[in-house]
């Protein structure tokens, strides 16, 4: 099996996140439920994980880091914190869905700033402007389905000198890019744990720059006798049972790619994408779309079919043996803006493990698939 869906999920994790998971299991109770061994040494994870997590991102404390139970998780607490009803609200046309329904469900007044993939100087532009009539700014760092890297770093600080709040989804982002929270200056960064931190899934993280309302009430181990939640972090958007096997997966995972380096994995998957480009585009029709310098785009690539079912391609692939992606992958602004939500894109994925003998192999299996259909 190939596995090219990092941009889902990453299946392939080192070996060290499972075993903290098991030993998590064996060892840790519920944490702020008790003073005896196994509920402390579930706080101390925890805890543990919070600070490297808060390390990582550079955010000033760890109490600023709450564990989610995935990227739209943390994204509903942000964009229902800042946003309610009639809230202009700035996005780019590659939001996923975990951005834009939320923004519908809160009933925003939702301006989306479109331009081509890779064209940066564009979507600049586009901010720049529509920034000047929005309350709040919501932009992804990475999309999903092309791999384009929006310029976030200069789109928070044209929200800084407008003093609008800026929440970023770090989807794809985190784990293969610098995600620096504090020289964003964000009111809030989301991401998944278990796509780039390459942690379980069922785990994500968002950072926090206030204290925002909860989604959830409950126990919280704290001031049990008070009838509201907690009006500090990170209890106050954690009730219930924590998942400390969850914590402490991520916390290895985060652990590996700081011995590894981010640099490393970017420039690795970096390499994949340009040698699968070139293995599949123009391939029975298909485009593939891809940054020319290579800088402009991490590890994901669409593939665009004028005549062929992409899910069709896709479900081609998996059964031999090559596991992507076809359709609209939940971001269908992302296909608006290239002009194919119509059809939608095969999507593949690459990670730290994936390898360019396995690209090689994937193109000739793809030539072979397409022919055929």
């Not at 990582?56 to 995935?70: A, D, G, K, R």
């Not at 009539?133 to 000198?161: K, M, Q, W, Y």
């Not at 059809?343 to 396995?358: C, I, K, Q």
């Amino acid at each position: 099996m190939i596995y090219l869906d990092t941009a889902a999920t990453s299946l392939q994790k080192p070996p060290e996140v499972s075993r903290a998971v098991i030993s998590a299991m064996a060892r840790c109770a519920s944490p702020g439920r008790g003073g005896h061994q196994p509920a402390t040494a579930a706080a101390d994870l925890v805890f543990r994980c919070r600070e490297v997590l808060a390390e990582f991102f550079h955010v000033p404390s760890p109490e600023q880091v709450v564990l989610t139970m995935n990227a739209t998780h943390g994204l509903n607490i942000a964009i229902r914190h800042l946003v309610g009803p009639g809230t202009r609200v700035a996005v780019s046309g590659y939001e996923h869905n975990a951005v834009m329904r939320p923004l519908h469900d809160v009933g925003a007044r939702v301006e989306i700033l479109r331009a081509p993939p890779f064209d940066t100087a564009g979507m600049l532009t586009a901010f720049a402007s529509a920034l000047d009539r929005a309350d709040v700014c919501v932009c992804t760092h990475v999309s999903n389905v092309f791999g384009n890297i929006l310029p976030v770093g200069e789109i928070a600080a044209l929200c800084r000198e407008r003093g609008i709040p800026f929440i970023l989804d770090a989807s794809q982002s985190a784990g293969v890019l610098p995600v620096d929270f504090s020289s964003l200056g964000a009111a809030y960064i989301a991401m998944p744990g278990h796509k780039g931190l390459l942690g379980p899934q069922g785990t994500g993280v968002l950072l926090c720059g206030g204290v925002p309302d909860w989604l959830m009430s409950g126990g919280t181990g704290m001031d049990s006798r008070s009838a509201s939640m907690p009006d500090y972090l990170p209890e106050r958007l954690e009730p219930g049972t924590q998942n400390v096997p969850g914590a402490a997966g991520l916390m290895a995972g985060v652990n590996f790619l700081r011995r590894k380096g981010l640099g490393k994995v970017a420039a690795h998957e970096r390499s994949l994408i340009r040698l699968l480009a070139r293995q599949v585009d123009g391939w029975a029709g298909g485009r593939a779309l891809f940054s020319c310098n290579g800088q402009e785009q991490a590890g994901v690539l669409s593939v665009l079919h004028p005549r062929l079912d992409c899910e069709e391609v896709a479900a081609a692939l998996g059964r031999n043996g090559v596991c992507v992606r076809g359709g609209l992958h939940c971001a269908p602004q992302a296909h608006i803006t290239a002009g194919d939500v119509e059809r939608g894109s095969v999507r593949f994925s690459v990670g730290p493990w994936t390898t360019a003998a396995e690209i090689r192999q994937t193109g000739e299996i793809y030539r072979k698939v397409v022919t055929k259909l």
